[in-house]
Antibody
């Protein structure tokens, strides 16, 4: 069965960086695009960007373009998101989600989420 | 940015009643609408994509309709496990292009609670 398993919760100070991993299994990793979505506690969902695991091409939401980098490792079936210059309003649950075999941004399988807390 | 407005904010129902949730887009998104269910402490779960296609394993009491700017998620008879928050999402980008050219956006959610 398809699974997306993310790394554990993180606590960071303002100005620091965080790197979250998402290991996919149960399907051909390079075939499906993967997205990152975040959710501020008690609030809505916000799309951050997309990566094509085959080749590593990316597109980021305009809001995050200067602070986010997504990468993939086809040898382990893992994608990563790196967020720099963290602020308190980056405190959120970060999700990876499987997209489609074309760059359509609808998400059929999600990771369990990684809580990132930014606090001094 | 395409803004999605969901209504009502909260829907109070008894088990067995019908639920009707609305999602309105600020501009046409064709049929590129998905609906997700989210329970506390869990990731969202895909229910409907393409406005009306049920995702794998989703019970047939869930149905979606609409096109253009107005969409509806219906639950024919609400069961105890259906009390949750529901989000709509638009993904109106062409599948023939390379990278996503329009940013997907979500509605603010409708909470379905026990009356």
């Amino acid at each position: 069965q398809v699974q997306m398993v993310q790394s554990g919760a993180e606590v960071k100070k303002p100005g620091a960086s965080v790197k979250i991993s998402c290991k996919a299994s149960g399907y051909t990793f390079s075939t499906y695009y993967i997205h990152w979505v975040r959710q501020v506690p008690g609030q809505g969902l916000e799309w951050m960007g997309i990566i094509n695991p085959r080749g590593g091409s990316t597109t980021y939401a305009q809001k995050f373009q200067s602070r986010v980098t997504m990468t993939s490792d086809t040898s382990t079936g893992t994608v990563y998101i790196d967020v720099t210059s963290l602020r308190s309003d980056d405190t959120a649950v970060y999700y990876c989600a499987r997209g489609a075999v074309v760059p359509l941004a609808r998400f059929d399988y999600w990771g369990q989420g990684t809580l990132v807390t930014v606090s001094s | 940015e395409i803004v999605l407005t969901q209504s009502p904010g909260t829907l109070s129902l008894s088990p067995g009643e019908r639920a009707t949730l609305s999602c309105r887009a600020s501009q046409s998104v064709s049929s590129y609408i998905a609906w997700y269910q989210q329970k506390p402490g869990q990731a969202p779960r895909l229910l409907i994509h393409g406005a009306s296609s049920r995702a794998t394993g989703i019970p047939d009491r869930f149905s979606g309709s609409g096109s253009g700017t107005d969409f509806t998620l219906s639950i024919s008879r609400v069961e105890a496990e259906d009390f949750a928050v529901y989000f709509c999402q638009q993904y109106s980008s062409s599948p023939t292009l390379g990278p996503v050219t329009k940013e997907p956006t979500f509605g603010q959610g409708t909470k379905v609670e026990i009356k």
